[in-house]
């Protein structure tokens, strides 16, 4: 059986557009998600679903272990979440993908994360936290990928 590519933040509006475009392309596809049931009811394929939260290591072992590749656009959010979804539970992710020797390591990043200044730091600071998070990955020392989109994907746009 193919390794699967494992999707974090499979579930959210940028995340889902990762997992639609792997089924398309043939890839087999694990998706970590807070929520199994509510995440089945969005993709009618096969695929494999793990349940986790990327701010409790010991949840992320099953989704890691085995996976070919990690792709995460999980996000946290505004107020006091970006610390411990998008730096705690990178750096989670990051320790675990080193352990179980699974690279590259994508991660989607938000655009302006170079200027702390920028209205949107404003509310939990998450430019600041994706941009410290962004530095553990250049610094791990694994091959990673940073990418950062153009706009934000439509939540209605279907497979
Ligand atoms: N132009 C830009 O720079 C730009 C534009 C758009 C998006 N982005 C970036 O893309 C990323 C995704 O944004 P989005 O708008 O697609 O987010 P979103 O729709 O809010 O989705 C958030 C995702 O994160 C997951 N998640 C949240 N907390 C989690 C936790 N504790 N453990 C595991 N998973 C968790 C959710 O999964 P479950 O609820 O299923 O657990 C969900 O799939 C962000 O980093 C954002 O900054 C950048």
């Given at each position: 059986?193919?390794?699967p ?8 509006r ?17 998706v970590?998600?807070?929520d199994?049931?509510?995440a ?12 986790g939260?990327v ?7 099953d989704?890691?272990?085995?996976a070919r ?9 505004n107020?006091e ?5 998008d ?9 675990l ?17 170079t200027r702390?200044?920028?209205?949107l ?32 994907p ?6």
């Open positions: 059986m193919t390794q590519i494992l999707v974090v933040g499979g579930t959210g940028t995340g889902r557009h990762v997992v639609w475009k792997l089924l398309e392309r043939g890839y087999g596809v694990r970590l998600t807070r199994t049931q509510q089945r009811r969005l993709f009618h394929s096969e695929i494999e679903y793990v349940q939260n701010g409790a290591p010991e949840t992320l072992v989704a890691v272990r085995g590749t990690i792709i995460t656009a999980a996000y946290g959010g107020r979440r970006p610390e411990i979804v730096y705690q539970g990178t750096r989670n992710l990051l320790e993908a080193k352990a179980e020797g699974v690279h590259p390591f994508i991660f989607t990043s938000t655009i302006y994360v702390p200044d920028h209205y730091n404003a509310d939990g600071q998450i430019l600041t936290w994706k941009g410290r998070a962004e530095a553990l990955i250049r610094a791990s020392g694994i091959p990673y990928t940073v990418f950062y989109l153009d706009a934000t439509s939540s209605t746009t279907s497979q």
